[in-house]
């Protein structure tokens, strides 16, 4: 046990584990844009893909991503935060790695000459493509290669935010785990901020399987800083009395609620989790907004392409994705609303959150006006799905808190595992059924509100995304009207 010492000045390392879970958020998002940004001018003219083949490589990811989620938590809370976080990013970054040895596979399985050299597979793979039926076998060899090295991906990525919220509910008090949470949260913008200017300049000139390797080592140098940084509060020498107290001072109001040192013995099983009210309200908090975000982050380059013919290496491409995720930086902001309101009204946690998250809903209603705003300028739509994003960002960092608010600590990530169920399934629906749509759009010439082809396809996702926060809303207030903390039994 730490011997703590009267020291009136608090330390603020809380913040430094902050940091940490920001920098591991960059990592992870710039991960899951190179396949975003290199599948539509560097991959799908090599192996063949349509939207709908994209399509079930993302779906799929989804559901690998939701069907791990679910034991992701669990093993979290078994493991305890760093030592889940390290098998996380671990089997996530050999994932993203082995991206860049698909298209080596591909020639090898298709012509039976295997050789270790990007460019002497992709200069096989080329020829190949004028042999007879050659061209199918390819894209349907390579497409279940991308599937199996996004699954090793999803698996791991499963654990970012049960290990992150776990590190959070751990570090801070409830009033500011809604801001801690916003703050590494906005590591998924600066990840995305990062990637039109980085994935697609490597890709142009070094090859797409390059852009996936030199991301997914970063991985493993931040796995080599986490091991040294994180150790819980009471066993972290950077940590003082004052910041301990802190932190803890949830304990002290709440009397009903065991003290740290006693909640280890306080579990749930995983299916138990779905037995509380509290648990279907994330789920519902989760399910169609994540679809949504999910959406936002696979297919707006896809969407800059096909609406206005600017590919992710072009400048203006490049510049556009930028944009968006730079206006999305905005949920900087909004996730301390909920702190505001909790601070200023004297509202309990999960009160400040539902106003708060009230004000988010409002925003991607703006998505409706995507398409005919969009005829105009490029960056009518760019801007509104950079507000999209921002509201997104803002919901997520507090519905993620929902589950910290009325669940103890060391249930924390199983619950948020199983609601990250609802996430990866809203993605599935959203990713999967996009590249159906779009592919069946244009086969048929769909008209949509004046819309056609592939444009009535986005039309009619952009106005299922518009709406879809708002009714998320409604359905956590009518499962949880009012703040009710989740006792359980020892």
């Not at 991206?99 to 090898?108: K, L």
Request: proline letters at 4%.
């Amino acid at each position: 046990m730490k011997n703590y010492c009267a020291n009136p000045k608090m330390t603020n390392f809380r913040w430094v584990v902050c940091s940490m879970l920001f920098f591991a958020l960059v990592v992870n998002y710039l991960d899951r844009q190179v396949l975003s940004l290199t599948w539509k001018n560097f991959i799908a003219p090599e192996f063949g893909w349509t939207d709908a083949d994209y399509g079930l490589i993302t779906g799929v990811f989804s559901v690998v991503y939701a069907a791990s989620m679910l034991f992701a938590g669990k093993f979290v809370d078994y493991a305890g935060t760093k030592k889940g976080y390290l098998w996380a990013i671990g089997i996530w970054s050999v994932g993203a790695c082995m991206h860049a040895f698909c298209g080596i596979a591909t020639n090898g399985i298709v012509s039976g000459h295997w050789t270790f050299s990007f460019s002497a597979a992709n200069a096989s793979l080329e020829a190949l493509r004028n042999v007879s039926g050659a061209a199918v076998m390819i894209t349907t060899v390579s497409v279940w290669l991308f599937l199996a090295a996004r699954c090793v991906l999803s698996i791991g990525e499963a654990g970012n935010f049960p290990c992150s919220i776990k590190a959070v509910a751990e570090y801070f008090p409830k009033k500011d785990r809604g801001f801690a949470t916003g703050i590494f949260n906005s590591g998924a913008q600066i990840g995305a901020l990062l990637a039109p200017f980085t994935i697609p300049v490597i890709a142009r000139y070094y090859g797409w399987e390059a852009s996936f390797l030199i991301i997914g080592i970063l991985g493993f140098v931040w796995m080599g800083l986490w091991v040294f940084v994180y150790k819980e509060p009471r066993k972290n020498p950077r940590v003082n009395a004052a910041e301990l107290a802190y932190i803890e001072q949830d304990a002290e109001k709440e009397e009903h609620i065991a003290p740290e040192t006693e909640e280890p013995s306080r579990k749930i099983g995983l299916f138990q989790a779905f037995t509380f009210r509290q648990t279907w309200a994330v789920i519902f908090g989760r399910f169609l907004p994540d679809s949504v975000w999910w959406f936002l982050l696979f297919w707006a380059p896809a969407f800059i392409s096909d609406v206005y013919g600017y590919s992710s290496a072009s400048t203006t491409g490049m510049l556009a994705i930028f944009t968006i995720y730079l206006i999305s930086m905005l949920s900087l902001g909004g996730s301390y609303l909920p702190t505001f309101f909790i601070n200023r009204s004297k509202l309990n946690p999960y009160a400040g959150r539902m106003k708060a998250m009230l004000i988010f809903a409002l925003f991607p209603l703006l998505g409706i006006g995507v398409m005919p705003l969009g005829e105009i300028s490029l960056w009518y739509p760019v801007v509104i799905i950079g507000i999209m994003a921002a509201a997104h960002q803002s919901w997520s960092a507090n519905v993620y808190n929902v589950v910290s608010d009325m669940f103890p600590k060391s249930v924390v990530a199983t619950v948020t595992g199983a609601a990250g169920l609802a996430s990866g399934l809203g993605s599935f629906m959203s990713n999967y059924g996009a590249g159906k749509l779009f592919d069946y759009a244009g086969q048929v010439n769909m008209h949509f509100l004046g819309f056609e082809g592939k444009n009535a396809g986005y039309m009619i996702v952009f106005i299922c995304a518009g709406v879809a926060y708002l009714v998320s809303w409604c359905i956590m207030k009518l499962l949880v009207p009012k703040y009710k903390l989740v006792e359980l039994k020892k």
